[in-house]
């Protein structure tokens, strides 16, 4: 079947309030004076995603709920300059938006706003099964409505990803993501035990490939019950913000995925992405190149390939215990 669309993203269309702070979390006053400034700008996990799927060539469609506001004009603004097909329902409680407090080490707290949805949220199923049809592929964000979106792009046929992200493992909400995916990304910052997670997500699951990001630690690969080390890139200059480093390494993954490479490279493309993403500020909305992905690999496997079996992590193989 031909098609017109690589990767579907769904959900995740929003704006973000960035507020750099002395340092997290934020000490008690009753005034701070901040610098470089306080800016909003559009781009929240869906929007990070297809951005940085489009940026590797993979033909994207966005499609989510937007407010006819300030902030679902920077949201629409933002795909008709980068030239990313959006689909965008009416939100009558307005654009999805948050404020990020940014410390000084590039780590963040999200606050999000949640007037902006409702249990009554739905994504068109007329348009949706249309976009379905013409797709390859849809990474469903876990923002309210893209949950019920899920039988129809199984019926479709289409193989689906998801981003978990911070889980902590329990929290029912994240369950029907997790379950009607066949590749699942998620941090291991709230996980006890992320293998055991890693692990129940198959068991339970459609998913053979689960991948948990560690930060400096690099990453966690299980694919087809065998778990595997992925080491961290070296960010190609200094480190200044880990907002959208996960979106990155997801919309990397998926073109070596898409293109039919094995999970353990496609992981390391997105560790590479991932680093990249890193050294972006948050105010910002850039995203790495095909051509500096490729280089960036094969710098890793280079790396990896030269050191010893000793300091090789775990040999490619390890417990995902405690990987933070």
């Known amino acids: 079947m031909s098609t017109e669309i690589d990767v579907l993203v769904l959900g995740g269309a929003g704006v973000d309030t960035i507020v750099h702070v002395p340092e997290l979390p934020v000490p008690f006053a009753d005034s701070h004076m901040i610098r470089p400034g306080i800016v909003t700008r559009a781009g929240q996990s869906g929007d990070f995603v297809a951005l940085a799927a489009s940026a590797l060539g993979l033909r994207t469609h966005h499609i989510d709920m937007l407010g006819d506001d300030p902030e679902g004009d920077l949201v629409r603004a933002l795909h008709r300059d980068r030239g990313i097909a959006l689909t965008a329902v009416p939100q009558p409680l307005g654009t999805k938006r948050a404020v990020n407090l940014v410390g000084p080490d590039g780590r963040r707290l999200s606050l999000y706003d949640a007037t902006r949805s409702a249990e009554t949220d739905r994504l068109p199923e007329a348009a949706l099964r249309k976009l379905a049809a013409a797709s390859r592929h849809a990474h469903v964000v876990i923002t309210q409505p893209c949950a019920h979106a899920l039988p129809v792009l199984r019926e479709a046929g289409l193989t689906i990803s998801t981003d978990l992200h911070d889980w902590d493992g329990s929290n029912p909400y994240h369950e029907s993501f997790a379950h009607q995916a066949d590749l699942v990304f998620l941090s291991s910052t709230a996980l006890a035990d992320p293998e055991r997670t890693m692990r129940r997500i198959t068991e339970r699951s459609r998913a053979r490939t689960v991948v948990a990001t560690a930060g400096a630690a690099g990453a966690y690969l299980l694919a087809d019950g065998e778990l595997t080390h992925v080491p961290a890139a070296t960010p190609p200059a200094p480190v200044v913000d880990s907002n959208g480093a996960g979106d990155a390494f997801a919309a990397a993954f998926l073109h070596a995925w898409l293109n039919g490479a094995p999970p353990h490279h496609c992981a390391l493309h997105g560790a590479v992405a991932g680093a990249y993403a890193c050294t972006v500020p948050s105010t910002r909305t850039d995203s790495i190149g095909r051509e500096e992905l490729l280089a960036g690999v094969a710098e890793v496997e280079r790396a990896v390939s ?18 933070r």
């Open 306 to 323: 030269s050191a010893s079996p000793a300091t090789r992590p775990c040999g490619g193989r390890c417990s995902a215990r405690s990987p």
